[in-house]
Each structure stands twice: as structure tokens, then as C-alpha cells.
């Protein structure tokens, strides 16, 4: 059991820690998260003690870790930073054992450690523990970190955003991976991130800070129900949404990206810039960018005569949504009209976007699967 | 063809002797250099602050020619080995002090953390992470202490002391060309095979981690 008692940390007088009292239990999976600033990292980095505290006192298992060399310490609790910070002077089993030989295990063991280690993250023996670090992709290379921060069998691991710099579908995996070890372990894990989604799947009680104050400590669960501070509801804003469709708007749908032309424009000049486009249909826009209508090429084509202006050929009847309409009524729009797009406006009667059969089903693929960018 | 054959003749003997005086002078001042500019360097990267000034100093020193410095310390040491070696080996000093210093301040912090986060002591973090990954750093002030300290050591003749520089100026006053080339060129060739064999050194102490990365 990890008891934070009364923990200030100042900087000068700048207050980072401000009277933290926190207990963390054994074998659970404790993520600490904040916006940048929060003191969460700070926290973290008090319990090996790489971060001193002015105030208050850290017991391990009832011991003051004051009281405890700080060498020692830190060889009895595991360490995984986000830079990886494997050693590139080492092979992968050099660095895997750097905790093992201080500790001064004999070779024979060290070896046998090795060999487990990678077996539990299936990269085998023989074809990488005499690799370097620089052989290795990021996301094995903080597989290697990780066994690094188990391979003395510490009951306590810190991981300070050890997945923050991986890209999205090797965060996934690793998170996945670190939440079936835990569960095989139950070691004690104090995890730092700044990600909401990644706290919801890793932790078992998740703790919420802000200027150096725990703000809501609870499970993953309670935190989304019930958010104790309007910050963490923000913080949990996003990822609510992209759980749930029904709170799409228009705005979350709609392709961004459109081409208007003004009224004014001339026939021969309109279909000349749709040519060079390849658009087939432009939205028509006022000297104040208000919506008009719409022009088809066919349209001109058929109605449009050289140097008149396209104002008048503009179809005006062409449906449009405003663009905070809740997305379903939208879509439900689009399909009962049988028709290939809304324009949807803004309050101003602007032109704000379109939403097309294309736009939706990309929209929702990023609710689905997650963000492609 | 007969030149060269009429050089040796004449002076083959006393080239093998300039030249081994010459090597003896180098590994000498450079061995010495080499160790501490090692430990100076360890010491500044301790104490970054002072690092700055000390740097400085050292620098300045760099900046008396060679020349200036024998003969001031001719004045005081007399005309002795040490004279020359103790000018050498300061010179030798700042290459690989500068290198040592700046190598172990290179490696990445995070690196240094993780090394602390695992338990390391201080010395342990020297010796297994900052020392290893300096070491191409080091090896390249060693490299270029070597080259300068060899055409340095041509200066020591000016004081009557021997080795490839003795040629030299006794070229110039003689008014003998062969005699001068006959001292530069194997000075030359000297500082290019001694170049080349550190290189050889270095890429054998170079952690094999470190090399696929350059």
C-alpha cells in the first residue's frame, strides 16, 4: 500500500503539490491524470523519489521511504518513462537485466528472467535478446521498457505516459497488452497520462488533479457518471461523445472543405472554374457569402446563356440543414428527400459545409474505429 | 629515385631515432593528456557551472603558440624532456577535455533518468551509460589531440631535444631541402597513421548499439 500523507512540493513558492492525501492499494491500477501542470507527474516521480517533496511523508507498505536508500528504493519499484530510455549501449537482454545485475543475481538466473520476460510479450529469445534498442520499432522497443521496469519483480511499477509518443494502433495494443500482464501480475501500477480514454481502459480508480489538488479520485465508471468538478467532465466531454452518436450534430458530419461561387459570376467563367475543379455542382453565395442555391452543370447547360450572370439560374430550392441539427435528423432528411447532399448553413445563413453520404459515413467510421487524424 | 636512396643513406639512421623519439614524446604527452583530460572532464560535467570558466581558461592557454609556450617553459624547466612534455601534454589536454566534457553532456537526460529510475548509483550511471555513449565523443578529441600533438612535437627540436623536427630546422639552417622534407613528411605520415589506427580503436569501443543509429 502506497500513503501519501499531507505531500507539498514547492518550486520557490510556487505551490506544484498542495497537501496531497492519497492512497493507492495493492495490486490496483491507479492512473493519475490532469491537464498539463496538474502535479501528476510530479506525483508520480515522489515515490521513487527522483522528486523530492517539501512537506508531509510517502509510506510503502508502512515503511517512510525517507527512511529508505534511495538507490535501493528505486531498485525495488519498476520505472517506465515515455521516452522508452532503453540504454543503446546495451542489447535488449543487457537492458531487460540492468535491475536484475545490480541487484547482483546470478547470470544463470538473469538469463532465465530474460527468456520469461519476452516470452510474456511474444518476442522470442533467441531471434532478440542479442538485438540493440535501435533495431527494434518504437512500440517494441517500449515493450522492452516495460519488462525492463518487471524484470526484478518489483511490486510496484510507475509508468510516467509510457505510450504518450506511439502511434495510435500500437498504443492500443500496448494498453491492451499492460491490462492483461497486470491482471497476470497484480503488481501495483501508478500510471501518468493525459489521455481520458486510456485512463477509462486501464485504471481502477482513476485520480483527477489539477494545480497540484487530487480533484476526484473513483473508478473509471463513477468518474464518468458522475464528474465531481466541470474540468473533468471536460476532460471526459470528448471521449462521452465519441461514444455515443446521438450527440452528433451536423457540424461533427458535414464536409468542411466546399467551393462557393458569388451570384455575379458569368456563365462561361462558372463552367471554366467547375472544369478546373472537376465539380459538377457549386453552391451560389451572395457579396455576403449568404446562401442562394445551387448551380448544376447541367443546369447550365441547359438554362444558361454566355455573359449572364449565374443568379439567374441558381436553383433556390435545393434542401439545407442549419448546422447544429442533431445529425440523425439530418441523415434522416438526406434519405426521405432521396437526395446526394444537404448544405448545411450557419446561423447567419453562411455557408458552412455539406453533408454528404461520403461525409457521414466518415464521420461515423471515426466514432466508430476512432480518430483517422 | 637516387635522392631518396642517397637521403637514407646518409641519414636512415638518425630518421629511425627521430622517429621513435618523436612516437615517444606523442604517447607520452597524449597518454597523459588522455588521462587528464578523462578525469577533468568527468569532474566538469559534475559541476556544469564551473565548466563554463575552466573551458575558458584552458582555451586561452590553446591560444599561446606552441612556440611561445616551450620557450617560456625552456626558461624555467631547462633544456629536459619534461619541458617538451609538459608543453605537449597540455595541448594535448583540451581536445579531449572539451570532448569528454560535451560527450557526457550529450547524453540524453531521459537516458540518465531511466538509469536513476532503475536504481543506478552515480558512479554506476558514469561507467555503464554516460562513459559508453560519450565514448565516440572522446575518441575523436583523443583523434585530434594525436594529429595536433605529432606536428607539435616538431617544435621540440627548436630546444635541441630531438625527434622529426630536428630535420626540419636544421633543413632550414643548412638551407638543405631534402633534410626538411625528409622531417615533414614522415610527421606527416605519422600523424595520418596514428589518425588511422584511433579510428581503428574507436570503432571497436563504440557501443555496437550506437553504430547503425550514426
Redesign the interface.
Known amino acids: 500500500m502506497i500513503i501519501y500523507e499531507n505531500i507539498t512540493k514547492k518550486y520557490d513558492d510556487v505551490i506544484i503539490i498542495d497537501n496531497l492525501n492519497l492512497t493507492i492499494n495493492d495490486g490496483e491500477f491507479v492512473v493519475l491524470i490532469g491537464p498539463s501542470g496538474c502535479g501528476k507527474t510530479t506525483t508520480l516521480k515522489m515515490i521513487?523519489r527522483?522528486i523530492k517533496y517539501n512537506e508531509g511523508n510517502i509510506y510503502i507498505d508502512d515503511k517512510n521511504i525517507k527512511d529508505v536508500n534511495a538507490?535501493?528504493?528505486?531498485?525495488?519499484?519498476g520505472?517506465v518513462?515515455?521516452?522508452?530510455?532503453?540504454?543503446?549501449?546495451?542489447?535488449i537482454e543487457e537492458n531487460i537485466s540492468?535491475?536484475p545485475k545490480?541487484l547482483k543475481w546470478s547470470k544463470e538466473k538473469q538469463i532465465k528472467r530474460v527468456k520469461e520476460l519476452l516470452e510474456l510479450v511474444d518476442l522470442p529469445y533467441e531471434e532478440n535478446a542479442k538485438k540493440?534498442?535501435?533495431?527494434l520499432s518504437g512500440g517494441q522497443q517500449q515493450r522492452i521498457g516495460v519488462l525492463?521496469a518487471l524484470a526484478a519483480e518489483p511490486p510496484i511499477i510507475?509508468m510516467d505516459e509510457p505510450f504518450g509518443a506511439l502511434d495510435p494502433i500500437t498504443r492500443d495494443s500496448l494498453q491492451d497488452e499492460l491490462k492483461t500482464l497486470q491482471q497476470k501480475l497484480h503488481k501495483t501500477i501508478i500510471f501518468v497520462t493525459h489521455d481520458m480514454e486510456e485512463a477509462v481502459k486501464l485504471a481502477d480508480k482513476i485520480v483527477f488533479m489539477s494545480d497540484g489538488k487530487v480533484l476526484q479520485a473513483a473508478s473509471p465508471e463513477e468518474m464518468l457518471n458522475k464528474p465531481a468538478h466541470p474540468m473533468i467532465s471536460k476532460f471526459m466531454g470528448k471521449l462521452s461523445y465519441s461514444r455515443s452518436g446521438n450527440d452528433l450534430t451536423c457540424e461533427d458530419v458535414m464536409k468542411k472543405k466546399i467551393f462557393t461561387v458569388p451570384e455575379t459570376k458569368k456563365t462561361l467563367e462558372c463552367i471554366e472554374l467547375m472544369k478546373q475543379k472537376e465539380l459538377d455542382t457549386v453552391i451560389v453565395v451572395d457579396a455576403n457569402g449568404k446562401y442562394k442555391g445551387i448551380v448544376t452543370i447541367e443546369y447550365i447547360r441547359e438554362y444558361g446563356k454566355p455573359g449572364e450572370m449565374i443568379s439567374k439560374i441558381t436553383k433556390t430550392d435545393q434542401p439545407s440543414v442549419l448546422i447544429n441539427t442533431n445529425a440523425k435528423d439530418a441523415i434522416d432528411k438526406l434519405i426521405e428527400l432521396k437526395c446526394d447532399y444537404l448544405v448545411v448553413l450557419n446561423r447567419n445563413k453562411t455557408v458552412a459545409g455539406i453533408l454528404t453520404r461520403t461525409s457521414i459515413t466518415k464521420a461515423l467510421a471515426s466514432v466508430v474505429w476512432g480518430e483517422e487524424d | 629515385m637516387r635522392i631518396i636512396t642517397k637521403f637514407f643513406e646518409n641519414y636512415g639512421e638518425m630518421l629511425v631515432k627521430a622517429i621513435l623519439t618523436h612516437l615517444q614524446y606523442v604517447f607520452i604527452s597524449v597518454g597523459l593528456g588522455f588521462i587528464i583530460a578523462l578525469i577533468l572532464g568527468i569532474a566538469l560535467s559534475r559541476l556544469p557551472k564551473f565548466s563554463n570558466i575552466i573551458i575558458t581558461i584552458i582555451g586561452i592557454f590553446q591560444t599561446v603558440p606552441g612556440l611561445v609556450f616551450i620557450g617560456i617553459l625552456f626558461i624555467y624547466l631547462g633544456m629536459k624532456p619534461i619541458t617538451v612534455i609538459t608543453a605537449l601534454t597540455i595541448y594535448a589536454i583540451f581536445p579531449i577535455l572539451k570532448n569528454t566534457y560535451t560527450g557526457i553532456l550529450d547524453v540524453d537526460k531521459s537516458l540518465i533518468e531511466a538509469a536513476k529510475g532503475c536504481g543506478m548509483t552515480k558512479t554506476q550511471i558514469l561507467f555503464k551509460v554516460e562513459l559508453p555513449l560519450a565514448m565516440n565523443s572522446i575518441f575523436s578529441g583523443l583523434r585530434m589531440s594525436t594529429i595536433y600533438t605529432v606536428s607539435w612535437a616538431v617544435l621540440t627540436a627548436m630546444i635541441g631535444l630531438g625527434g622529426l623536427g630536428e630535420f626540419v630546422y636544421r633543413g632550414i639552417e643548412t638551407n638543405n631541402q631534402s633534410l626538411i622534407i625528409g622531417g615533414a613528411l614522415p610527421s606527416a605520415i605519422l600523424a595520418m597513421t596514428l589518425g588511422y589506427i584511433i579510428d581503428k580503436i574507436q570503432n571497436k569501443v563504440t557501443p555496437k548499439g550506437l553504430k547503425g543509429s550514426e
Open positions: 521513487n527522483l538507490v535501493e528504493l528505486r531498485r525495488k519499484i520505472y518513462i515515455q521516452q522508452i530510455g532503453l540504454f543503446p549501449n546495451m542489447t540492468v535491475v545490480l540493440y534498442p535501435n533495431e525492463r510507475l
